[in-house]
């Protein structure tokens, strides 16, 4: 990006203009590109997605009214949001009140800056990437406390703390399940894990070894802890805490919340599928043109994290909520241990195996498949015995 | 209730202070169950008490008894329990009739049991749904919530409502069985007696679920019946008590039923999980009565003759139901004239509140929510 | 570093860090130094330390500086209660800052335009150089750091349980 930008400044489109000047403007312009080409509609379609599926499984039909399917319900529901009185209570803390729900939205989509969509498409490859997503998380945890002690709400401020301390519990576990992927391939770069992975389903970390298999589980968990998903929507719980901490916001500011929750939800997905799922790989030498090998891989890149969002979406319909001492003993006694576990065990293996095992992640791949090829009998079953009147058909 | 007295209390033993926070949950707040308040003071997470505002939603019910006479009253009793207005319905009537000594003509009976079971279906669907939704799983509370309409259409069949039926009269039952209700009735029982089982594979073995629910605000079988805990809420704690065995009244006597009580099967007896538990094995039972009563049902009036302006000899009358929270008392006095002198309703609510003070104490904020959907308090059937 | 992004992160960085110790709200405080915590790890991060900035936010900004907010909030502080309970600490800071600020130009004296001026190695800022130098050449402050924490843990759990 930055020689494109030289390019222009060479080619004297700016006139005199400093280059200091330039790259800052220009940086604003491609990031409000993307923020409104881009992350808006991928948030609108990830929410519209989350409300067909989910009441789907309710076996009620869900919002299909404002455009085809219902996918510009997003759009109306943003619509309807900005147009309502943004109330700002008169004891809350005003500054902070204002400010909180920017500062989750920005920490979101600063972490868009390292997923990389395709060999091509990644904004910045940095050396780091891994770790910058989580130190990203991290500080979004000071503007989830920020919003509950600025409403000046008890129950915001319950909301707020008990977000912050899953947030920074579960770095812990998160950061440690990383952590065997980095060992593997030496480097934190998102792009060169993918490279370090294959097209073939046995050639993703996924399948790499048993150990990395679990702590891909793991990591899903941790990350569903950390963007506050069901059964760890602890900090929002309605029934416990009305609405957590954003329950004195209203109008935009909640909407921008609803952004940064649902946009979370893909970046969960987009990491997993960079991390154990091999990212954009897939099978090359078919084409020479880079435009529809990029897009091919932006699509397979899709594909891959929406199963994980899909997977988040159901288990969200499922699962009920745990408690809080239960979320925190599942923290530090089971997902910590196991972890480090994880983290021994494939070092062991590298040591042992130093260019991989070339028989285990054939048969894991073969077992994953076995389960669920019975799991998808099990549901087939059910769906025929199953008494209520379904909704079979996807285009109601 | 003022809040004086329960500001901030900072206590200093052992060198390290906490400070208590006071939290106003209710009136208006997602899980109370209708217009409900609870002060309570937590320490972090950690419930010290929760003081139920008890009055918040009085209505003077029985008063109103007092000025609109006997038949009159009728249309208030749904109100007393909007959830499972059937049963008070049935209670208002029954004392009225033992009051003045009319007798039900047999099919009316039958008509009223049906009625009454159905609306314990209803009832217990919208129970255990939004337990398990103040727990935060969403998907079995639409799950409940769709069979529960199915009910709701069986009783707006019968009575032309589908909240408060009014559906009942002194002397018997407004309207007689529709056409085909038999067959409708028994094709809703077969569908849904399956989906029973199903529930339970769906959410009550459910790991996440057992594990808020288990060993959570346990009642001992002596406490409840100290607090007085009626119905599910007193069969959770493994005390086979229902009015309609021990105490039986209607066609009752001749049914068969079981009365399930809890069995601590996951936990200590007479937590959570045992309540709820109840509550899903009285389902089956509700259903096993009403297939009987269709079976069994006579033919003849429904509604036996009863004075227009109905005076009760001098006295008073007491009778009890097994309503869906429970033992529900209803008293009358009558001075001999066309409004009663006095009303009393006891409800299985009430008794319900007045335990959470004690059972809430060292629980998390949490498990209030759990408490509260377990006890299945309805808050307008708290203050009448 | 050239002397425009330097100054356009030197000013506000002061400024925030200014804000900290002035600010009468301590959540504000608390912040404010979150603020400066994470306008230091872009420094940092101009000085192709990567690795270094984000640890410095995920560490400080993100846990330590979480942790404070946590207890600032609970505690509920009224700025006014901070106030008065300054027990004269304000002349020592004041020495305090002084000998600072004196050690500081001293340093400054000491120091060669030089180094500045010396290329980078190769690897510099990475993991491996950063976790090669800390598990070679710093091995013992390494470890010993590692046993404080311990300590401390041990001490705050035995604290909790009293």
């Given at each position: 990006?930055?020689?494109?930008?030289?390019?222009?400044?060479?080619?004297?489109?700016?006139?005199?203009?400093?280059?200091?000047?330039?790259?800052?403007?220009?940086?604003?312009?491609?990031?409000?590109?993307?923020?409104?080409?881009?992350?808006?509609?991928?948030?609108?379609?990830?929410?519209?997605?989350?409300?067909?599926?989910?009441?789907?499984?309710?076996?009620?039909?869900?919002?299909?009214?404002?455009?085809?399917?219902g996918v510009l319900q997003g759009l109306a529901d943003g619509v309807k949001n900005i147009l309502k009185e943004d109330v700002v209570p008169d004891a809350a803390d005003r500054p902070l009140f204002v400010f909180a729900p920017y500062l989750l939205v920005w920490g979101f989509l600063a972490t868009f800056v390292v997923i990389p969509f395709s060999s091509a498409l990644v904004i910045a490859d940095l050396n780091v990437g891994i770790l910058y997503i989580v130190a990203i998380v991290a500080l979004s945890a000071v503007g989830v406390l920020m919003a509950g002690w600025a409403s000046n709400n008890k129950w915001s401020l319950l909301g707020g703390i008990r977000s912050a301390a899953q947030v920074v519990s579960y770095e812990?576990?998160?950061?440690?399940?990383?952590?065997?992927?980095?060992?593997?391939?030496?480097?934190?770069?998102?792009?060169?894990?993918?490279?370090?992975?294959?097209?073939?389903?046995?050639?993703?970390?996924?399948?790499?070894?048993?150990?990395?298999?679990?702590?891909?589980?793991?990591?899903?968990?941790?990350?569903?802890?950390?963007?506050?998903?069901?059964?760890?929507?602890?900090?929002?719980?309605?029934?416990?805490?009305?609405?957590?901490?954003?329950?004195?916001?209203?109008?935009?500011?909640?909407?921008?919340?609803?952004?940064?929750?649902?946009?979370?939800?893909?970046?969960?997905?987009?990491?997993?599928?960079?991390?154990?799922?091999?990212?954009?790989?897939?099978?090359?030498?078919?084409?020479?043109?880079?435009?529809?090998l990029n897009i091919a891989q932006l699509t397979v890149f899709f594909l891959k994290a929406y199963f994980w969002v899909f997977l988040a979406m159901w288990i969200r319909a499922t699962l009920p909520r745990i408690r809080v001492d239960q979320m925190m003993s599942l923290c530090w006694k089971y997902l910590v241990p196991l972890g480090f576990v994880n983290l021994v065990g494939t070092a062991v293996w590298m040591v042992i195996w130093p260019e991989g095992n070339t028989f285990v992640p054939y048969l894991m791949v073969v077992g994953t498949l076995a389960l669920l090829v019975i799991f998808f009998r099990r549901v087939l079953y059910h769906l025929r015995r199953a008494k209520p009147e379904l909704y079979f058909n996807p285009a109601i | 209730m003022s809040l004086a007295g329960y500001e901030f209390e900072v206590q200093r033993d052992d060198g390290l202070a906490t400070e208590e926070m006071t939290l106003n949950m209710g009136p208006q707040h997602p899980s109370t169950h209708g217009v409900l308040r609870f002060v309570v003071k937590a320490d972090g997470e950690i419930m010290r008490t929760a003081l139920p505002d008890i009055g918040y939603l009085h209505r003077s019910i029985e008063k109103i008894s007092e000025k609109v006479g006997y038949h009159g009253f009728m249309p208030y009793t749904d109100r007393v329990d909007y959830v499972s207005a059937m049963q008070c319905n049935q209670g208002w009537a029954m004392v009225c009739e033992r009051a003045a000594g009319i007798e039900v003509p047999r099919r009316g009976e039958f008509c009223r049991v049906i009625a009454c079971e159905l609306g314990r279906i209803a009832s217990h669907l919208l129970s255990v749904g939004t337990m398990v939704m103040d727990i935060g799983g969403m998907t079995p509370f639409t799950h409940a919530i769709r069979e529960r309409e199915k009910v709701n259409n069986l009783l707006e069949d019968l009575c032309g409502a589908r909240l408060t039926f009014n559906y009942m009269r002194i002397g018997g039952v407004a309207w007689d069985l529709p056409p085909g209700y038999t067959e409708q009735v028994t094709a809703f029982l077969d569908q849904f007696e399956p989906l029973i089982d199903e529930y339970n594979d769906l959410i009550s073995y459910n790991k996440i679920y057992v594990e808020r629910l288990a060993n959570v605000a346990a009642v001992s079988k002596e406490e409840a019946i100290n607090y007085n805990l009626v119905g599910?809420?007193?069969?959770?704690?493994?005390?086979?008590?229902?009015?309609?065995?021990?105490?039986?009244?209607?066609?009752?006597?001749?049914?068969?039923?079981?009365?399930?009580?809890?069995?601590g099967e996951v936990g200590t007896l007479?937590?959570?999980?045992?309540?709820?538990?109840?509550?899903?094995?009285?389902?089956?039972?509700?259903?096993?009565?009403?297939?009987?009563?269709?079976?069994?049902?006579?033919?003849?009036?429904?509604?036996?003759?009863?004075?227009?302006?109905?005076?009760?000899?001098?006295?008073?009358?007491?009778?009890?139901?097994?309503?869906?929270?429970?033992?529900?008392?209803?008293?009358?006095?009558?001075?001999?004239?066309?409004?009663?002198?006095?009303?009393?309703?006891?409800?299985?609510?009430f008794s319900a509140m007045s335990i959470v003070d004690k059972l809430s104490r060292g629980l998390m904020i949490a498990d209030l929510i759990a408490l509260i959907a377990s006890l299945d308090v309805v808050a307008p059937e708290v203050d009448r | 570093m050239d002397f425009v992004t330097f100054f356009a992160l030197a000013i506000p960085l002061v400024v925030v860090a200014v804000m900290v110790i002035a600010h009468p709200s301590p959540v504000y405080s608390a912040l404010f130094l979150v603020m400066t915590l994470f306008l230091l790890a872009v420094y940092f991060l101009f000085l192709n330390a990567h690795m270094v900035a984000a640890l410095q936010i995920i560490v400080y900004a993100g846990a330590i500086m979480v942790l404070f907010l946590?207890?600032?909030?609970?505690?509920?502080?009224?700025?006014?209660?901070?106030?008065?309970?300054?027990?004269?600490?304000?002349?020592?800071?004041?020495?305090?800052?002084?000998?600072?600020?004196?050690?500081?130009?001293?340093?400054?004296?000491?120091?060669?335009?030089?180094?500045?001026?010396?290329?980078?190695?190769?690897?510099?800022?990475?993991?491996?150089?950063?976790?090669?130098?800390?598990?070679?050449?710093?091995?013992?402050p390494f470890e010993i750091t590692g046993i404080l924490l311990l300590v401390a843990v041990v001490g705050a759990v035995v604290l909790a349980k009293r």
């Open positions: 990006m930055q020689s494109f930008i030289d390019g222009l400044i060479a080619s004297g489109v700016f006139g005199g203009l400093p280059a200091e000047a330039i790259y800052p403007a220009m940086m604003f312009l491609f990031a409000s590109i993307v923020v409104f080409g881009f992350v808006l509609p991928l948030v609108t379609i990830t929410i519209w997605l989350e409300r067909r599926v989910w009441s789907r499984i309710q076996s009620r039909v869900g919002p299909n009214r404002v455009g085809p399917q812990i576990p998160a950061g440690l399940a990383l952590l065997p992927v980095v060992l593997l391939t030496g480097t934190l770069s998102t792009q060169g894990i993918i490279q370090a992975q294959g097209w073939a389903p046995w050639d993703w970390f996924l399948f790499h070894s048993p150990f990395t298999f679990i702590a891909a589980f793991a990591f899903y968990i941790s990350a569903l802890a950390e963007t506050n998903r069901t059964p760890f929507d602890i900090p929002e719980a309605e029934s416990e805490l009305v609405a957590g901490f954003a329950t004195e916001y209203s109008g935009f500011r909640f909407a921008l919340f609803f952004l940064a929750e649902w946009g979370s939800l893909y970046v969960t997905g987009a990491i997993m599928a960079v991390l154990f799922l091999g990212g954009w790989q897939i099978p090359t030498g078919w084409t020479n043109n880079t435009v529809v | 599910p809420n007193l069969r959770g704690c493994g005390f086979q008590y229902d009015v309609r065995r021990d105490e039986p009244y209607s066609i009752y006597p001749e049914l068969d039923f079981e009365v399930p009580v809890g069995t007479g937590d959570c999980f045992d309540r709820y538990m109840v509550r899903i094995k009285e389902l089956k039972e509700s259903c096993k009565i009403v297939r009987q009563c269709l079976e069994m049902i006579p033919d003849g009036p429904v509604l036996a003759r009863v004075a227009k302006k109905l005076k009760p000899p001098v006295g008073d009358a007491h009778v009890r139901v097994e309503a869906s929270r429970g033992d529900m008392g209803w008293y009358v006095v009558s001075d001999g004239s066309e409004f009663p002198y006095r009303t009393k309703i006891r409800t299985g609510s | 946590f207890v600032i909030m609970l505690l509920n502080l009224q700025s006014d209660t901070l106030r008065t309970q300054r027990h004269g600490l304000g002349r020592v800071a004041i020495i305090g800052g002084v000998i600072l600020l004196a050690e500081l130009g001293l340093l400054l004296q000491g120091s060669s335009s030089e180094l500045a001026e010396s290329s980078l190695p190769e690897n510099f800022g990475t993991v491996e150089a950063l976790g090669s130098q800390l598990f070679t050449k710093y091995l013992l």
